[in-house]
């Protein structure tokens, strides 16, 4: 049995915050490296009231106009996200709540970043492969905006919000559908990207919530993102490839086999590294950064979504999905679309 992406859906927050309003709260932010660097050029940001859930929520219901049928065929909810509405229930329940589903649902929430989607996607093949699950709704979605310091220049100038929905179902032909998936984790680097407090270990509180400028100049408090950007790239450049490159080994597969590479759209540095050491032709990478950001366990579907409608791929190409970010993690898969 192969397992597919059968339609995705995604939804962005209404407020769009451009470079052009960043320059003008912050005059003395020298944007033009950053700018280069990120390749953002505005992002989408979620009103003070709106959440991951909301995200998920319209994507979903952008999804079942489109596919009236599958409202009643869901057997399964699987929410990754890193800024639920609470720490106690799920996003999955919530979500179960919002779209009005029976009992009789299978729901569950996952907490992984940039890689969320490739792992989600490992998740459902296996329920969908073990007979337990037919229709899975993979909901990936963030809101990163609530981890940011408003001083913060390098965090704020890359991410943006975004919530995507995926249907995952069992494949009738044989060849289309997921082909391969590998996952990867090195815990021992979590400090290259995390939120120091505000977990169980270090509890919020008056001190975590002082801001202090980091070593390269950017203002954040302990309750916000840290991020080291160089070794990040570093990790990019040397693991997420060497997993690319073994996993086209693995199913002989060379560039020239894959119609379309879509990679986590973590930064421009990273697109570009990827692209250079794999030796990718620009018309088979896709690229949205620039209106978007970094929209995290969501970029990879919104990529995807936004190939399939620029048919960038056709049916029966081949895809390759990787993402990369926070843990660290980061999970590549192969499909025949």
């Keep these: 049995m192969k397992v597919k992406i059968q339609d995705i859906a995604y939804y962005l927050p209404e407020r769009i915050l451009t470079n052009t309003e960043l320059i003008q709260q912050y005059p003395h932010w020298n944007l033009e490296k950053a700018e280069k660097r990120s390749g953002v ?14 995200l998920g929520v319209e994507a979903c219901k952008k999804l079942f106009a489109k596919n009236p049928e599958l409202r009643e065929k869901v057997d399964s909810i699987i929410f990754c996200t890193q800024s639920p509405d609470y720490i106690i229930p799920s996003n999955s329940c919530l979500l179960q709540k919002e779209l ?15 890689s969320g989607f490739v792992y989600g996607l490992a998740i459902a093949q296996g329920l969908i492969i073990s007979g337990m699950l037919k229709n899975i709704l993979l909901v990936t979605s963030d809101t990163y905006s609530r981890y940011l310091h408003a001083e913060d220049r390098s965090a704020r100038i890359l991410f943006g919000d975004g919530g995507a929905v995926s249907w995952i179902t069992s494949s009738e032909n044989s060849s289309k559908g997921i082909i391969d998936i590998e996952c990867s984790t090195s815990g021992k680097d979590f400090k290259s990207f995390y939120v120091p407090a505000g977990g169980c270990r270090v509890p919020k509180s008056e001190e975590t919530a002082v801001p202090a400028r980091n070593r390269h100049g950017n203002v954040c408090t302990a309750e916000n993102i840290h991020m080291e950007g160089i070794s990040v790239l570093a990790f990019v450049n040397s693991q997420v490839f060497r997993q690319i490159k073994r996993m086209m080994k693995k199913q002989n597969l060379s560039v020239d086999d894959i119609d379309l590479f879509v990679f986590h759209q973590g930064s421009q540095l990273a697109l570009e590294a990827l692209q250079r ?10 690229n949205n950064i620039s209106k978007i ?13 936004d190939a399939l409608d620029q048919n960038k791929v056709q049916k029966g190409g081949k895809v390759l999905l990787t993402g990369f970010g926070a843990g660290l993690s980061w999970g590549t898969a192969i499909l025949e679309m």
């Design 41 to 54: 050029l505005e992002r989408h940001i979620a009103k003070d009231n709106e959440t991951a859930l909301d």
């Design 100 to 114: 009005g589903f029976s009992d009789n649902i299978f729901a569950f929430d996952f907490n992984l970043a940039c």
């Design 277 to 286: 050491l794999i030796k990718i032709p620009p018309e088979k990478i896709l």
């Design 293 to 305: 950001g970094n929209t995290v366990s969501a970029s990879i579907p919104i990529a995807l979504k």
